[in-house]
């Protein structure tokens, strides 16, 4: 493809449009998976007890903390957008965006001091 | 995407980003005090509450869900809108019907 029709990838706006997008991806593939494991608890306590012993893996906390970014900068993403759509245009869009990022880095590292 | 799709997936964004923050709030909560299946389903169980946010958040989760698969299937896989349609309405259904599941399964006494 010309490299004037690509240009544009490299820009922090879509970027986070790319982020936005492959975020939600990995939350609606997640999704189904979270609620499986909640529905353990049909099966009484102690199957949802051993699932949440099987969560204790250092793997599936690592997972956990990814997880927890994807939610927190998608919410943040969706946000942006949802201001961007309903309320007046503001500058600094590039900046919001980074912000987003950071914000949800910071989140996903205090989640993930907790947890370890 | 449609008026109508683009209205529900702005509607359910804005639903659930009060309660993304609290969901996410109830995560660091629940991992700090390291609670056991016993611990959460005992603040869970009978609870009207907790039935109705995560009822609320589970059903705007699958609609929103679905309209974003629909898209990633329609724009980015050589399907045609009709068959993205088809698959998104599957998902989105499915879903919705773990989602249930699962909240009856922590709130049902």
């Known amino acids: ?116 | 995407m449609n008026v109508r799709l683009y209205i529900w997936q702005r509607a359910t964004a804005a639903i659930m980003a009060p309660l993304v923050l609290v969901h996410i709030a109830v995560i660091f909560y629940a991992t700090r005090q390291g609670m056991s299946a016993t611990e959460v389903l005992a603040r869970t169980r009978g609870s009207v509450a907790w039935a109705a946010f995560y009822g609320l958040f589970a059903i705007s989760a699958s609609i929103h869900a679905s309209i974003g698969v629909r898209n990633i299937l329609d724009e980015w896989l050589p399907l045609n809108e009709r068959r993205a349609g088809v698959c998104a309405i599957a998902f989105g259904l499915a879903t919705a019907l773990l989602g249930i599941r699962a909240v009856a399964a922590v709130v049902l006494p």
């Open chain 1, 1 to 116: 493809m010309n490299a004037r029709y690509l240009k544009h990838r490299g820009d922090a706006l879509w970027l986070a449009a790319l982020v936005h997008r492959l975020s939600g991806l990995a939350l609606a593939i997640f999704l189904p998976l979270h609620f499986l494991a909640l529905g353990l608890a049909i099966q009484g306590e102690a199957r949802l007890q051993s699932f949440l012993r099987w969560t204790d893996q250092p793997l599936v906390k690592f997972a956990e903390v990814a997880l927890v970014f994807l939610f927190t900068v998608h919410l943040l993403g969706g946000l942006r957008i949802l201001v961007i759509e309903n309320l007046d245009w503001r500058d600094g869009q590039k900046r919001l965006a980074t912000l987003a990022a950071a914000v949800s880095a910071i989140v996903a590292f205090a989640f993930l001091v907790r947890v370890f």
